[in-house]
């Protein structure tokens, strides 16, 4: 157990200069405390010209901020200092993991962890609760099918019996088994559902004339026919099959198998997608894995993998060890300072190439492209800080800050060693990755970033570029480049438009900051996935209480408004076609353990997988919200 205890208070306002953060560290150890620092993380960040009270405020960089004890003050064993600041910057705290996530303690040059609770909102009241529910119970038929299939026809049922493939070739055989493979991963405590041989209902598969990812099931008394268009298809019939059997294999009660009729199915979108931050918290590879896992059991097909941010790069790059030596690491004695769940020490982690090899081909036997995001000019405080030649030593410090509090954390367009770094890092992203697109970020450039370089003042003369969003554009054209020489196409976040934009041959954007903006930038010209934060950003709360954790700067998106988001509800007819999909986002500021992950992430994946996958018309809330219980988890 830690010596130490930080608890943090706040009081219920709304200007953001009267807000009060009041903290308690407990002396829990056996000797006086003097001459200490915190350093602690909170995502809602003090002002810089804030009142500071019983402490000597020393730095804050982003949401790491140290504050000493004042001189004189001694803590006796089981005492307490009381210290906090009023004025704070960004959004009022909204919920309990709003304060401190984390702390260490830096006493006699040792760095002591703190225990660190909530943030309690005072005066405490009823409406801190309840956390979100989803009903249950609300079932038509007794068939497990989540996505839910495009067309369901059917007459009789049978009771569970696991089905065998006993007459089918050696493709049709390996098919089956990564689909039974997949099963006994997601729920090995249950009977397998798929099998080779001559002693379960008899599947048959076949080969038709059918879209690439479509396929056909008939049942009869003799069994069950597959029928597909491609080897997707027959991927995504299996699962199909493998999962009505696990539920009536499962809960018999509840579920059965068709013995009679047919099910015709095939995706709505080309893409169905999740993004996974793996840079404000570090997923090991054998998670990803398993996180991959739970998309393909729900058909999904694009893994956006954020492997780089401000708070850390997480895979090795051969021209630049440093990035993996410096930049995935933060914490005491670091070149970054610990951020979000992990200030009490040395946080890392970072994959090795054959890790990421093994992760893609992984993704890829469920038929999953691994799209790399690389998040570029802005979120790269870990480059620079890895790679401090990229630093322009003739920008003013703090010259500009990001939305996440980093300074001057962009990429400088104007210094060629930057050129060096993108074309020797981007051609390692390109060989590692076989996916068609490489993701370059381009998000949340703060407005007024580069404008006081003297280097990029003479870009911009020269190229005629005015402001931060158009030297922007002319980066990433550059980068677009780089990447076609690769034969690769960029995609990114909704910014990449800003300013002149980029060719939008090839290119698609993920459009987060609002519905609105999927037929915006279809009329522009672009492929777009759509992602809003209001409905797809699995780290929103999911309901309104101070217990329930989360961010909600796009709101409160419970699983039934995440699930009711129409993608295609703001296209006309004619624009339909320039939209490529879906894609649920899962950012990791507040999402650090397993358990969180699962409470954040599931139902509302599935609910994005599914309006991948089910015609607008065939959707249902009640039957999802009954069905998403059986659906596994990370
Ligand atoms: C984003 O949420 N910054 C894409």
Redesign the pocket.
């Known amino acids: 157990m830690p010596d130490y205890r930080l608890d943090t208070y706040v009081n219920k306002v709304t200007a953001l200069e009267d807000c009060r953060f009041d903290m308690t560290l407990h002396n829990l150890s056996d000797g006086p405390l003097a001459g200490a620092v915190i350093g602690l993380t909170s995502i809602t960040r003090m002002a810089d010209d804030a009142q500071v009270h019983g402490a000597d405020f020393r730095r804050r960089f982003a949401n790491y901020h140290e504050f000493g004890m004042p001189d004189g003050l001694v803590v006796p064993p089981g005492g307490t200092w009381t210290f906090g600041f009023t004025g704070i910057t960004g959004r009022q705290p909204a919920q309990r993991n709003d304060g401190p996530k984390s702390a260490v303690l830096i006493a006699g040059g040792v760095n002591h962890p703190v225990s660190v609770g909530d943030l309690v909102r005072l005066p405490v009241d009823q409406s801190q609760g309840p956390l979100r529910s989803v009903p249950v119970e609300m079932l038509e038929m007794p068939l497990f099918q989540i996505p839910w299939p495009a067309g369901v026809d059917i007459d009789a049922w049978r009771e569970g019996m696991h089905v065998s493939l006993g007459d089918g070739g050696i493709e049709d055989r390996r098919a089956l088994m990564a689909v039974a493979d997949l099963h006994s991963r997601l729920h090995s405590d249950a009977a397998a559902p798929l099998t080779l041989g001559n002693d379960g209902i008899a599947l048959h598969m076949r080969q038709a004339t059918l879209g690439a990812e479509a396929f056909t099931l008939s049942f009869t008394g003799g069994g069950i026919t597959l029928e597909y268009g491609d080897a997707a298809g027959r991927h995504y019939g299996l699962v199909s099959v493998a999962q009505m059997v696990h539920a009536a294999l499962a809960e018999p009660d509840r579920f059965r198998i068709p013995s009679k009729g047919r099910i015709t199915d095939a995706p709505r979108f080309g893409w169905r997608g999740s993004h996974l931050d793996v840079s404000r918290h570090f997923w090991s590879a054998a998670q990803v894995c398993r996180f991959i896992d739970t998309m393909a059991w729900a058909k999904m097909n694009r893994f956006q993998w954020h492997l780089t941010d401000d708070e850390g790069w997480r895979f090795e790059v051969d021209a630049f060890p440093e990035l993996v030596e410096i930049g995935s690491r933060r914490g005491p004695d670091c070149r970054l300072p610990g951020q979000y769940a992990h200030a009490h020490r040395q946080y890392d982690g970072h994959y090795t190439k054959d890790q990421i090899r093994h992760v893609v081909g992984h993704a890829a036997s469920l038929f999953i492209d691994t799209i790399p995001e690389i998040d570029i000019p802005g979120h790269c405080t870990a480059v620079l800080a890895a790679l401090p030649h990229l630093v322009d030593p003739d920008e003013p410090a703090d010259s500009y800050r990001s939305v996440q509090g980093y300074p001057n954390n962009a990429l400088n367009p104007a210094l060629p060693q930057t050129w060096d770094f993108l074309e020797k890092v981007l051609a390692e992203v390109a060989e590692l990755f076989p996916a068609k697109w490489v993701h370059v ?1 381009a ?2 450039v703060a407005d007024g970033s580069w404008l006081t370089s003297p280097r990029i003042q003479v870009l911009a003369q020269s190229e005629g570029l005015q402001g931060t969003a158009a030297i922007q554009s002319w980066f990433l054209r550059r980068v677009q480049k780089i990447l076609r020489g690769h034969g690769k196409d960029l995609a990114g ?1 909704d910014e990449v438009s800003h300013g002149a934009g980029v060719d939008t041959m090839g290119t698609l954007l ?1 459009a ?2 609002r519905p609105e903006l999927v037929p915006a930038l279809t009329a522009q010209g672009y492929r777009v996935v759509a992602s809003p ?1 209001q409905a797809y ?1 699995l780290d929103m709360t999911q309901a309104d209480g101070w217990n329930e954790p989360g961010t909600n700067w796009a709101g409160t998106v419970t699983p039934e408004a995440c699930y009711a988001y129409d993608p295609e509800g703001d296209l006309d007819e004619g624009s339909r076609g320039a939209l490529a999909g879906v894609q649920a ?1 899962i ?1 990791c500021e507040h999402i650090h353990t397993p358990e969180i992950f699962n409470h954040m992430v599931y139902p509302r994946l599935h609910a994005v997988a599914e309006a991948g996958w089910t015609p607008q018309s065939r959707r249902d809330w009640g039957r999802f919200a009954t069905l998403s219980a059986l659906m596994p988890k990370l």
Request: charged fraction near 20%; hydrophobic fraction near 35%; glycine fraction near 18%.
């Open positions: 970020g998000d949340e976040w993920v987060w900051q934060g950003y986002c950012w």
